[in-house]
Protein backbone atom coordinates (compact mmCIF):
# COMPACT_ATOMS: atom_id res chain seq x y z
CA UNK A 1 0.00 0.00 0.00
CA UNK A 2 2.56 2.20 1.03
CA UNK A 3 4.91 1.64 -1.84
CA UNK A 4 2.22 2.05 -4.31
CA UNK A 5 1.30 5.29 -2.55
CA UNK A 6 5.12 6.55 -3.02
CA UNK A 7 4.85 5.49 -6.49
CA UNK A 8 2.19 8.00 -7.35
CA UNK A 9 3.67 10.61 -6.02
CA UNK A 10 6.39 9.34 -8.13
CA UNK A 11 4.50 9.72 -11.43
CA UNK A 12 2.63 12.93 -10.19
CA UNK A 13 6.24 14.47 -9.40
CA UNK A 14 7.41 13.66 -13.06
CA UNK A 15 4.31 14.91 -14.60
CA UNK A 16 4.49 18.25 -12.62
CA UNK A 17 8.53 18.82 -13.94
CA UNK A 18 7.49 17.98 -17.16
CA UNK A 19 4.75 20.59 -17.33
CA UNK A 20 7.10 23.34 -15.66
CA UNK A 21 10.07 22.95 -17.82
CA UNK A 22 8.17 22.51 -20.65
CA UNK A 23 6.38 25.86 -20.30
CA UNK A 24 9.16 27.38 -19.87
CA UNK A 25 10.88 25.79 -23.39
CA UNK A 26 7.30 26.89 -25.33
CA UNK A 27 7.20 30.33 -23.96
CA UNK A 28 11.37 30.68 -24.64
CA UNK A 29 11.57 28.96 -27.66
CA UNK A 30 8.11 28.86 -28.96
CA UNK A 31 5.63 26.04 -29.74
CA UNK A 32 6.54 24.65 -33.70
CA UNK A 33 9.92 24.56 -32.72
CA UNK A 34 10.10 22.28 -30.19
CA UNK A 35 9.20 18.45 -30.98
CA UNK A 36 8.84 16.06 -28.44
CA UNK A 37 12.00 14.73 -28.97
CA UNK A 38 13.61 17.74 -27.79
CA UNK A 39 11.33 18.55 -24.93
CA UNK A 40 12.58 14.55 -23.42
CA UNK A 41 16.47 15.58 -24.17
CA UNK A 42 15.83 19.11 -22.19
CA UNK A 43 13.79 17.05 -19.40
CA UNK A 44 16.44 13.89 -19.25
CA UNK A 45 14.27 11.63 -19.66
CA UNK A 46 13.81 9.33 -22.46
CA UNK A 47 11.24 9.55 -25.07
CA UNK A 48 9.35 6.63 -24.26
CA UNK A 49 8.54 8.36 -20.48
CA UNK A 50 7.30 11.41 -21.43
CA UNK A 51 4.80 9.75 -23.47
CA UNK A 52 3.76 7.83 -21.26
CA UNK A 53 2.87 11.00 -19.43
CA UNK A 54 1.36 13.05 -22.41
CA UNK A 55 0.13 11.32 -25.76
CA UNK A 56 0.81 14.05 -27.89
CA UNK A 57 2.27 17.56 -28.06
CA UNK A 58 -0.77 18.91 -27.67
CA UNK A 59 -1.92 17.27 -24.73
CA UNK A 60 1.08 18.53 -23.29
CA UNK A 61 1.04 21.91 -24.36
CA UNK A 62 -3.04 22.10 -22.81
CA UNK A 63 -1.34 20.74 -19.42
CA UNK A 64 1.46 23.97 -20.22
CA UNK A 65 -1.58 26.26 -20.72
CA UNK A 66 -3.52 25.19 -17.68
CA UNK A 67 -0.19 25.49 -15.61
CA UNK A 68 -0.01 28.93 -16.72
CA UNK A 69 -3.30 30.32 -16.39
CA UNK A 70 -2.60 28.82 -12.43
CA UNK A 71 0.18 31.19 -12.41
CA UNK A 72 -1.58 34.10 -13.63
CA UNK A 73 -4.25 33.38 -10.62
CA UNK A 74 -1.51 33.82 -8.58
CA UNK A 75 -0.20 36.87 -9.25
CA UNK A 76 -3.49 38.28 -10.22
CA UNK A 77 -4.40 37.92 -6.55
CA UNK A 78 -1.03 39.21 -5.30
CA UNK A 79 -1.11 42.24 -7.65
CA UNK A 80 -4.86 43.25 -6.27
CA UNK A 81 -3.92 42.36 -2.62
CA UNK A 82 -0.70 45.09 -2.83
CA UNK A 83 -2.46 47.66 -4.75
CA UNK A 84 -4.40 51.02 -3.22
CA UNK A 85 -6.26 51.77 -6.37
CA UNK A 86 -7.33 50.80 -9.99
CA UNK A 87 -4.48 52.23 -11.41
CA UNK A 88 -1.91 51.45 -9.41
CA UNK A 89 -3.34 47.40 -10.47
CA UNK A 90 -2.74 48.45 -13.85
CA UNK A 91 0.61 49.84 -13.53
CA UNK A 92 1.87 46.46 -11.37
CA UNK A 93 0.66 44.22 -14.17
CA UNK A 94 2.31 46.62 -16.50
CA UNK A 95 5.68 45.83 -14.61
CA UNK A 96 5.37 42.14 -14.36
CA UNK A 97 4.76 41.87 -17.86
CA UNK A 98 7.98 43.85 -18.83
CA UNK A 99 9.72 41.35 -16.91
CA UNK A 100 8.04 38.51 -18.19
CA UNK A 101 7.89 39.30 -22.11
CA UNK A 102 11.87 39.00 -22.57
CA UNK A 103 11.43 35.15 -21.83
CA UNK A 104 8.65 34.90 -24.76
CA UNK A 105 9.46 33.85 -28.18
CA UNK A 106 8.10 36.09 -30.65
CA UNK A 107 6.32 33.60 -32.84
CA UNK A 108 4.49 31.98 -29.58
CA UNK A 109 0.80 32.98 -29.64
CA UNK A 110 1.18 32.50 -33.73
CA UNK A 111 2.06 29.16 -33.68
CA UNK A 112 -0.52 28.64 -31.21
CA UNK A 113 -3.56 30.09 -33.28
CA UNK A 114 -2.15 28.78 -35.94
CA UNK A 115 -1.04 25.15 -35.39
CA UNK A 116 -3.08 24.13 -32.67
CA UNK A 117 -6.24 26.34 -33.05
CA UNK A 118 -8.56 23.92 -32.11
CA UNK A 119 -6.82 24.03 -28.47
CA UNK A 120 -6.57 28.06 -28.77
CA UNK A 121 -10.50 28.53 -29.70
CA UNK A 122 -11.37 26.53 -27.07
CA UNK A 123 -9.42 28.44 -24.11
CA UNK A 124 -9.94 31.33 -25.41
CA UNK A 125 -13.40 30.82 -25.29
CA UNK A 126 -12.98 30.05 -21.52
CA UNK A 127 -10.63 33.16 -20.80
CA UNK A 128 -13.35 35.11 -22.63
CA UNK A 129 -16.06 34.36 -20.54
CA UNK A 130 -13.83 34.64 -17.19
CA UNK A 131 -12.16 37.92 -18.38
CA UNK A 132 -15.56 39.19 -18.78
CA UNK A 133 -16.38 39.06 -15.34
CA UNK A 134 -13.27 40.00 -14.12
CA UNK A 135 -13.01 43.29 -16.48
CA UNK A 136 -16.91 44.05 -15.05
CA UNK A 137 -15.42 44.22 -11.21
CA UNK A 138 -12.77 45.80 -12.06
CA UNK A 139 -13.88 48.63 -13.85
CA UNK A 140 -17.07 48.76 -10.36
CA UNK A 141 -14.07 49.12 -8.55
CA UNK A 142 -12.76 52.22 -10.28
CA UNK A 143 -15.76 53.85 -10.75
CA UNK A 144 -16.54 53.21 -6.84
CA UNK A 145 -12.93 54.72 -6.30
CA UNK A 146 -13.69 57.62 -8.43
CA UNK A 147 -10.90 56.55 -10.81
CA UNK A 148 -12.86 55.53 -13.76
CA UNK A 149 -15.70 57.63 -15.99
CA UNK A 150 -19.13 56.51 -14.35
CA UNK A 151 -20.98 57.01 -17.43
CA UNK A 152 -18.29 54.76 -19.52
CA UNK A 153 -19.72 51.66 -21.63
CA UNK A 154 -18.16 49.35 -20.01
CA UNK A 155 -18.67 46.33 -22.15
CA UNK A 156 -17.19 48.21 -25.26
CA UNK A 157 -14.30 49.60 -23.69
CA UNK A 158 -13.35 45.99 -22.30
CA UNK A 159 -14.06 44.70 -26.07
CA UNK A 160 -11.71 47.38 -26.93
CA UNK A 161 -9.05 47.15 -24.66
CA UNK A 162 -9.11 43.23 -25.45
CA UNK A 163 -8.84 43.71 -29.29
CA UNK A 164 -6.06 45.99 -28.55
CA UNK A 165 -4.28 43.28 -26.89
CA UNK A 166 -4.84 40.41 -29.31
CA UNK A 167 -2.95 43.28 -32.00
CA UNK A 168 -0.37 43.35 -29.75
CA UNK A 169 0.88 39.77 -30.93
CA UNK A 170 0.07 40.04 -34.32
CA UNK A 171 3.46 40.07 -35.66
CA UNK A 172 2.67 41.36 -38.80
CA UNK A 173 1.13 44.78 -37.70
CA UNK A 174 4.06 45.03 -34.77
CA UNK A 175 7.30 43.04 -36.31
CA UNK A 176 9.34 42.10 -33.27
CA UNK A 177 12.49 43.70 -34.66
CA UNK A 178 10.98 46.76 -35.03
CA UNK A 179 8.57 47.21 -31.81
CA UNK A 180 9.41 46.61 -28.38
CA UNK A 181 6.58 44.26 -26.87
CA UNK A 182 6.62 46.36 -23.64
CA UNK A 183 6.60 49.91 -25.79
CA UNK A 184 3.41 48.18 -27.25
CA UNK A 185 2.01 47.83 -24.12
CA UNK A 186 3.11 50.30 -22.47
CA UNK A 187 0.96 52.90 -25.57
CA UNK A 188 -1.92 50.39 -25.01
CA UNK A 189 -2.19 50.91 -21.90
CA UNK A 190 -1.85 54.59 -21.64
CA UNK A 191 -4.61 55.46 -24.20
CA UNK A 192 -6.66 52.93 -22.48
CA UNK A 193 -6.44 54.30 -18.90
CA UNK A 194 -6.91 57.87 -20.20
CA UNK A 195 -10.27 57.23 -21.79
CA UNK A 196 -11.46 55.77 -18.90
CA UNK A 197 -9.92 57.65 -16.22
CA UNK A 198 -11.45 60.52 -14.05
CA UNK A 199 -9.24 63.56 -13.45
CA UNK A 200 -8.25 61.82 -10.22
CA UNK A 201 -6.91 58.47 -12.44
CA UNK A 202 -4.85 60.75 -14.82
CA UNK A 203 -3.32 62.26 -11.61
CA UNK A 204 -2.69 58.55 -10.97
CA UNK A 205 -1.30 57.68 -14.51
CA UNK A 206 1.27 60.46 -14.40
CA UNK A 207 2.88 59.93 -11.34
CA UNK A 208 3.25 55.69 -11.85
CA UNK A 209 3.60 55.68 -15.50
CA UNK A 210 5.98 58.31 -15.91
CA UNK A 211 7.51 59.03 -12.64
CA UNK A 212 11.03 57.57 -13.48
CA UNK A 213 11.43 55.94 -10.17
CA UNK A 214 8.28 54.17 -10.88
Partial sequence: MVCALNERVSEMEITNRIVEVSSSLFLKKGIRGLTMGDLAKELGISKRTLYEHFKNKEQLLEACLDFWETEKQRVDIEIASSSSNPVEVVHKHFQYAVRVLPNV???????????????????????????????????????????????????????????????????????????????????????????????????????LFYNTNS
Fill in 105 to 207: HSNFFVDLKRHYSGLWRSRYRLMERERTNQVAHFFEFGIREGYFRPEMNQEIAAKLFFAQVEVLHDNDVFAPERFSKADVILEILIIFLRGICTEKGIVEINR
